[in-house]
């Protein structure tokens, strides 16, 4: 069976507020409401199977700029896991630098990459985001079968910002700017989008007909 992680804090590593495991494969648990200075509010490391990560935050104390990456986890492999509610100081809200499989990345925040910040996400939905600068669904990532949408930035790409997109919907994004409400110096490939060229790299504008909350 799983366990709860709840109300931790990272002290000595400075990393992984509910767990700082590389090696560890976890199943079937939550972590919330845990802290961590530098990276990993939720988790740190690992591989973790159909387990909820929810309300925890990364500060980046010390080093705002180098640190604050991650407010759910950072360097994990997630597959079947919902990440929702985090908060990073810097950089990807939801996740930062992780490989995500059949995933939910919703309602979470911070400056650059609301829901993702680097890593490979595939087959998962990234909705509800939202980053004060770039990327309110994701920044510098890759998404391949994915449904991007309802995510929010204050500058530019409310969807994604300098990432790659192939097989996917990133549509009802929204930009304060205007600059790409969807795509923003993105790389997009058979993706249906408001913010691509209808007919180029497979590329479609047609709107999705989503039934959905994304709007």
Known sequence: GGYT???GLSHAMYAGGGNFQLATIVRDCVFKNNTAHRE???VYGGQL???LITSNTVTGEGNPITFGHGGGANLAFLTDCIVSDNVAGQRG???YDCTVDRSVITRNFTISGGGVNRGFVKNSAVY???SLELGGGAVRATLVNCTVGGNASVIGGGGLYASTSINS?????ASGSGFGNDL???FPQNTCSRDVTHGVNGNIT???QLVSTFY
């Open 128 to 130: 509800n985001n939202r």
């Open 169 to 173: 919907i990133v549509y009802f994004n």
């Open 49 to 51: 199977f159909n387990c």
């Open 206 to 208: 047609n709107n999705p």
């Open 184 to 186: 923003f110096d993105s």
């Open 5 to 7: 992680e709840t109300n």
């Open 93 to 95: 809200g939801g996740v």
């Open 40 to 42: 990993g509010g939720g």
